[in-house]
Structure formats: structure tokens, C-alpha cells
């Protein structure tokens, strides 16, 4: 064997090993591959009352499993992925000026613990904005996978706090950025508490949207 065909052979048994998968889809051979991708557009506005919240996707199929790679399976890489999405989207929201300050959505603590660090902060960081880490979530907060939209609320009233010594500069207009909104009650929570404050706050940024959307919403 001639030492190209051994490089070529040793390539061709690293990518049978650890062949590069796409975390969306399984597609062998890209790490976000161009189909998964453009499920994410502009922002969309989600319909329903409260704070104006805009997504990029719908929390579903390939998009949720990025989503879910990134933040349960430490694909710490799609930072950069969403990251940019995130840096295209913000000069569309509406109301929004040139250079806002993006604020993200709390995790709970312990949480962003298991996952080494925020990954709605990590993303917000990936974007080149500007970034306050403001709020946090209180003692007592349960993860609201498992809760309906009242439990939710319950669960959330009075329980997001402002962090005092990382706020944005006054009277910066703020976005804030999560991953994936459900019933909003975690994005109205952290609004209120952020335009008590004295931030307007004229859009929620979200990668992913679980909330359904019909004509009432
Ligand atoms: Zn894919």
C-alpha cells in the first residue's frame, strides 16, 4: 500500500469510527446539515397575549431535536449555529433599535449546572451582541416540562428575580432570548420583572415555539 492510499484508508476508518453526524437529523457527513438549517426563517410572531414574542421555528421534529442537542446532549458546538440565527433574526423585531442587549431566559440552577453553564447564555454570547445575564430564578422554581399553563404560572409567580449587579446599562432597550417558548409564561414573567425594572423590552426572541397557534391564540 502506498502511503495516499494509507492516509486515504486511515480517513476512510476515522469516518466509519466517528463519522460526523448532523444533530437535527442523523444525516451522515455535516454537523447541522443545510435541509435542518432552513427550518430556521425569521422571526415569526407567536400568536397570544403578553409580551410580543417572536420564534424562528416551530418546536418540532428536527428543529426540537437541535434544540434538545444543545441543551440536553452537550453539543456545546451549536452555540455558533444558533448563535448566528440569533444575530440575523434581531434586526428584524420590530421596535427593536440597531444595538440592543440581549437578556437571557433563566435556567434553573441546578440545571445549568448539569449542562456546564447556560446554553441560552452561551448562545446569547455566540451572537455578538451585547449581553446581560439578569435574571435568575428563585429557590423553589420545578422544572415546567410536566405543568399546564396554570401550574406554570403558579410555579413561576414571583420566582424570577433580577440579578442587581448584571444588568444592562439604563435604559437599553432588551431582548430577551430563550430557546423554546410554550405557554409564555416564563417570557411574561421575565419581562415584567425586567420593565419593573425600567427596560422596555419590546420583543422575546425564541429559537423554537411549542405554543399552538390558532385564530383565538
Ligand atoms: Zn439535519
Known amino acids: 500500500m502506498s502511503v495516499a492510499a494509507g492516509i486515504v484508508a486511515g480517513m476512510v476508518l476515522m469516518n466509519l469510527l466517528f463519522p460526523p453526524r448532523c444533530p437535527g437529523c442523523g444525516t451522515w457527513g455535516a454537523r447541522v446539515c ?24 416551530a418546536y418540532a421534529g428536527a428543529a426540537r431535536e437541535l434544540v434538545l442537542a444543545f441543551k ?6 451549536l452555540a ?8 440575523a433574526a434581531v434586526p428584524h423585531l420590530p421596535g427593536v433599535g440597531p444595538d440592543p442587549w440581549l437578556v437571557p431566559a433563566p435556567s434553573r440552577a441546578s440545571a445549568a449546572r448539569a449542562r456546564g453553564g447556560s446554553h441560552v ?14 435574571l435568575a430564578f428563585a429557590r423553589g422554581v420545578r422544572d415546567s416540562v410536566s405543568l399546564d399553563a396554570a401550574s406554570r404560572r403558579a410555579n413561576l409567580a414571583g420566582r424570577v428575580r433580577l440579578v442587581p449587579d448584571r444588568l444592562p446599562p439604563p ?24 420593565k419593573a425594572a425600567g427596560f422596555g423590552v419590546p420583543a422575546v426572541l425564541t429559537l423554537t415555539t411549542a405554543r399552538r397557534t390558532h385564530p383565538h391564540g
Open 171 to 194: 435604559g437599553t432597550p432588551v431582548v430577551l432570548l430563550d430557546d423554546v417558548v410554550t405557554t409564555g409564561s416564563t417570557a411574561r414573567a421575565c419581562v415584567s420583572v425586567l
Open 80 to 87: 455558533a449555529v444558533f448563535g448566528a440565527l440569533v444575530a
Open 121 to 134: 447564555m452561551r448562545m446569547a454570547r455566540a451572537s455578538g451582541f451585547s449581553v446581560a445575564p439578569a
Open 34 to 57: 443545510a435541509r435542518c438549517l432552513a427550518l430556521f426563517g425569521l422571526p415569526k410572531r407567536v400568536p397570544g397575549a403578553g409580551p410580543p414574542v417572536f420564534a424562528l421555528a
Open 72 to 77: 440536553e446532549r452537550g453539543r456545546r458546538e
